[in-house]
């Protein structure tokens, strides 16, 4: 059986991770047979790769970028939700990232794309956590074409590709309007990239980045080995893309009513493009050859583009974005490299994986030790290569849940989505717009029907059902008990095992004229809080101490509640579960953002003038509050 290749004695392999924002099951044609999209490239090194066909992901975006990072399943001391505009909580700074953990190994390292990790001070940016080396937008989503924060969704057609736009189009944060107000989320390093904003596209900016990031790797002493987590933003909201890409798709073919569907198509060409010019950048370099290049999606296709845009394509999968339905966590997913013995080359594996497996496997190429005693990571690299050895996992949290959220879990075949209060959100497969390809085939599709109810977890033998149609839940109790059970072992561990960081930033004032509540639901140990000014605040916890295998609620309600953080909290064992904010007049506004805004900024949760990072962002014409 082949063993473990590596490169020759003495070198390490270069390691490219590319990270597809928003990718559907059928957006590449190498993970379905969706004939409509052009992407050559990754097509063509899919089927000389592997395919993984059950590799999985949390169901929406920075989540999953932690876990990818840091190595731990969403919940087991990373969040399970995707954190606020420069909000001040961030994975712990003592676990060390993939980035650093390369380093260590003597990687040069170097990120492009997308971050999504929050940015609230230096220490949290792509630099401050090991990239030698950074061009990023640091939010979760932004205009493709102008690098603008916040753009939304509903851009005048028919202009959708071919010029860009005063970005946001009805987005005014801060007062101003970008790009010639500010408001620009583009960073080089440490630093706004003042210039290069609106310069060129993200697909050829990215290109670009990586082309230079690999000649500064080949002038650099003795050539260190190199790694780059390109994250792409394409094919994530605003329906945007360059002409040299929309023009591969026949205009003939899209009337007005569906013109959005070319530009989405070209997306997925954009990506295409960006991927295959960093392998063209490593392969002039005379570096592909000793590279493993792994291509996923963050998570499954979305819904959100908003119409006319159609959604996503997961067929056949059932469910989307936000959901733990196999469209959406379940990705499309491939490895490839010139280090593949030729007997698993252009081969797929079902073998089960997490996307947190990732930093394991990166590690052992590298030949540095994993240091995080409770990583969720396991080496997936000897059964890449060899199929009949045995497989690192039967068994995998996919998420741990918790107050406000639910968890996942599979065993072997068998998968068990836990309920979280809701019906498991977009259960159907609502993702299949009209016009989505391919087409979803006529009368195949059950009535969009919730599974189980608020209180009853759905259940599924993927074996037998892949499309998940038929919940076992209640035909299947024993099944579904053991289960049940074996998923609250895991998630209890993994709710004890911590990662984030645990203290408060700073004071919160939650309804300084009016009513109002906060909820704080954390897991910890040595934890104390102090309550001021508060008629009616209520511990569901004596006295608000803590345990080591406790969790405490806080629940207050009143005006002019104050809360801050006196105590000291372990690192290694402290995870926020939930912290949200209720103020009369304003609805729900879930966040960590420290509560320096006005009620305005409260009822939004948007940067207004006046407030400190729009006094920076107005400086420097980017947003970050230490630009």
Same mark, same amino acid.
């Given at each position: 059986?082949?063993?473990?290749?590596?490169?020759?004695?003495?070198?390490?392999?270069?390691?490219?991770?590319?990270?597809?924002?928003?990718?559907?099951?059928?957006?590449?044609?190498?993970?379905?047979?969706?004939?409509?999209? #052009?992407?050559? +490239?990754?097509?063509?090194?899919?089927?000389?790769?592997?395919?993984?066909?059950?590799?999985?992901?949390?169901?929406?975006?920075?989540? &999953?970028?932690?876990? /990818?990072?840091?190595?731990?399943?969403?919940?087991?001391?990373?969040?399970?939700?995707?954190?606020?505009?420069?909000?001040?909580?961030?994975?712990? !700074?003592?676990?060390?990232?993939?980035?650093?953990?390369? %380093? +260590?190994?003597?990687?040069?390292?170097?990120?492009?794309?997308?971050?999504?990790?929050?940015?609230?001070?230096?220490?949290?940016?792509?630099?401050?956590?090991?990239?030698?080396?950074?061009?990023?937008?640091?939010?979760?989503?932004?205009?493709?074409?102008?690098?603008?924060?916040?753009?939304?969704?509903?851009?005048?057609?028919?202009?959708?590709?071919?010029?860009?736009?005063?970005?946001?189009?009805?987005?005014?944060?801060?007062?101003?309007?970008?790009?010639?107000?500010?408001?620009?989320?583009?960073?080089?390093?440490?630093?706004?990239?003042?210039?290069?904003?609106?310069?060129?596209?993200?697909?050829? !900016?990215?290109? %670009?980045?990586?082309?230079?990031?690999? #000649?500064?790797?080949?002038?650099?002493?003795?050539?260190?080995?190199?790694?780059?987590?390109?994250?792409?933003?394409?094919?994530?909201?605003?329906?945007?893309?360059?002409? %040299?890409?929309?023009?591969?798709?026949?205009?003939?073919?899209?009337?007005?009513?569906?013109?959005?569907? *070319?530009?989405?198509?070209?997306?997925?060409?954009?990506?295409?493009?960006?991927?295959?010019?960093?392998?063209?950048?490593?392969?002039?370099?005379?570096?592909? =050859?000793?590279?493993?290049?792994?291509?996923?999606?963050?998570?499954?296709?979305?819904?959100?583009?908003?119409?006319?845009?159609?959604?996503?394509?997961?067929?056949?999968?059932?469910?989307?974005?936000?959901?733990?339905?196999?469209?959406?966590? +379940?990705?499309?997913?491939?490895?490839?490299? !010139?280090?593949?013995? =030729?007997?698993?080359?252009?081969?797929?594996?079902?073998?089960?994986?997490?996307?947190?497996?990732?930093?394991?496997?990166?590690?052992?190429?590298?030949?540095?030790?994993?240091?995080?005693?409770?990583?969720?990571?396991?080496?997936?690299?000897?059964?890449? /290569?060899?199929?009949?050895?045995?497989?690192?996992?039967?068994?995998?949290?996919?998420?741990?849940?918790?107050? @406000?959220?639910?968890?996942?879990?599979?065993?072997?075949?068998?998968?068990?989505?836990?309920?979280?209060?809701?019906?498991?959100?977009?259960? @159907?497969?609502?993702?299949?717009?009209?016009?989505?390809?391919?087409?979803?085939?006529?009368?195949?599709?059950?009535?969009?029907?919730?599974?189980?109810?608020?209180?009853?977890?759905?259940?599924?033998?993927?074996?037998?059902?892949?499309?998940? *149609?038929?919940?076992?839940?209640?035909?299947?109790?024993?099944? !579904?008990?053991?289960?049940?059970?074996?998923?609250?072992?895991?998630? +209890?561990?993994?709710?004890?095992?911590?990662?984030?960081?645990?203290?408060?930033?700073?004071?919160?004032?939650?309804?300084?004229?009016?009513?109002?509540?906060?909820?704080?639901?954390?897991?910890?140990?040595?934890?104390?809080? &102090?309550?001021?000014?508060?008629?009616?605040?209520?511990?569901?916890?004596?006295?608000?101490?803590?345990?080591?295998?406790?969790?405490?609620?806080?629940?207050?309600?009143?005006?002019?509640?104050?809360?801050?953080?006196?105590?000291?909290?372990?690192?290694?064992?402290?995870?926020?579960?939930? /912290?949200?904010?209720?103020?009369?007049?304003?609805?729900?506004?879930?966040?960590?953002?420290?509560?320096?805004?006005?009620?305005? %900024?409260?009822?939004?949760?948007?940067? =207004?003038?006046?407030?400190?990072?729009?006094? #920076?962002?107005?400086?420097?014409?980017?947003?970050?509050?230490?630009?």
């Amino acid at each position: 059986a082949p063993v473990a290749a590596l490169p020759a004695a003495g070198t390490k392999p270069h390691i490219v991770y590319a990270l597809v924002d928003d990718l559907g099951w059928n957006g590449l044609s190498f993970s379905s047979n969706n004939s409509e999209v #052009k992407t050559p +490239r990754t097509d063509a090194l899919a089927k000389a790769g592997i395919i993984m066909t059950a590799h999985y992901t949390y169901k929406f975006c920075s989540p &999953t970028r932690a876990a /990818l990072m840091a190595g731990r399943v969403p919940g087991h001391g990373i969040w399970e939700t995707n954190p606020g505009f420069a909000n001040e909580v961030g994975v712990d !700074l003592k676990l060390e990232l993939m980035p650093a953990l390369l %380093q +260590r190994a003597g990687y040069y390292t170097a990120h492009i794309g997308k971050w999504h990790l929050v940015f609230f001070a230096q220490a949290y940016t792509p630099k401050g956590r090991g990239f030698n080396t950074s061009l990023a937008f640091l939010g979760g989503g932004e205009d493709h074409l102008t690098q603008c924060h916040g753009c939304e969704n509903s851009i005048p057609s028919p202009d959708w590709a071919t010029k860009p736009f005063p970005c946001p189009a009805h987005y005014s944060p801060c007062g101003v309007v970008c790009p010639n107000g500010g408001g620009v989320d583009l960073y080089r390093d440490d630093h706004p990239a003042v210039g290069e904003n609106g310069t060129l596209p993200n697909p050829l !900016l990215y290109a %670009q980045e990586f082309s230079r990031v690999v #000649k500064a790797a080949v002038a650099a002493p003795n050539t260190p080995p190199l790694f780059v987590y390109l994250a792409l933003h394409d094919v994530h909201q605003p329906v945007e893309a360059p002409m %040299q890409f929309v023009s591969l798709y026949n205009e003939s073919n899209y009337n007005q009513s569906i013109e959005a569907r *070319r530009v989405y198509n070209g997306m997925h060409s954009g990506a295409d493009y960006t991927i295959g010019s960093a392998v063209d950048a490593l392969t002039a370099a005379g570096m592909w =050859q000793t590279t493993v290049l792994v291509v996923s999606s963050d998570n499954g296709g979305t819904f959100e583009h908003g119409l006319p845009v159609p959604g996503s394509s997961n067929w056949p999968l059932r469910g989307h974005k936000y959901s733990y339905f196999e469209g959406g966590c +379940r990705v499309a997913t491939f490895v490839s490299s !010139l280090l593949l013995p =030729q007997s698993v080359a252009g081969t797929s594996t079902s073998m089960l994986a997490g996307i947190f497996d990732w930093y394991s496997t990166f590690a052992f190429l590298a030949g540095v030790t994993v240091d995080d005693p409770h990583t969720d990571s396991l080496n997936l690299w000897p059964s890449l /290569l060899d199929p009949t050895a045995p497989a690192p996992r039967t068994e995998m949290l996919i998420g741990v849940g918790g107050s @406000g959220f639910n968890g996942a879990y599979r065993n072997g075949s068998i998968k068990l989505i836990m309920p979280n209060g809701n019906s498991e959100a977009a259960d @159907g497969w609502s993702a299949q717009y009209p016009g989505s390809s391919p087409v979803v085939p006529p009368n195949s599709v059950p009535p969009d029907v919730r599974c189980g109810t608020t209180t009853t977890p759905c259940l599924f033998d993927l074996a037998r059902d892949p499309e998940e *149609r038929v919940n076992l839940a209640t035909t299947e109790p024993a099944l !579904l008990a053991s289960m049940k059970s074996r998923y609250l072992e895991l998630a +209890r561990a993994a709710s004890g095992g911590g990662g984030m960081n645990c203290t408060l930033p700073g004071e919160w004032k939650i309804g300084a004229d009016g009513g109002g509540t906060v909820v704080l639901s954390l897991q910890a140990e040595n934890v104390s809080l &102090t309550v001021d000014s508060c008629p009616n605040c209520r511990f569901t916890h004596a006295a608000g101490q803590l345990d080591a295998s406790g969790s405490l609620s806080l629940v207050a309600a009143g005006k002019g509640v104050w809360i801050r953080e006196v105590g000291q909290f372990s690192a290694e064992r402290c995870t926020i579960v939930w /912290l949200s904010h209720n103020v009369t007049g304003f609805g729900a506004w879930p966040t960590f953002f420290k509560v320096q805004p006005n009620a305005s %900024q409260l009822a939004s949760g948007t940067p =207004q003038a006046g407030s400190p990072l729009c006094t #920076k962002m107005l400086e420097t014409g980017h947003y970050a509050p230490w630009t």
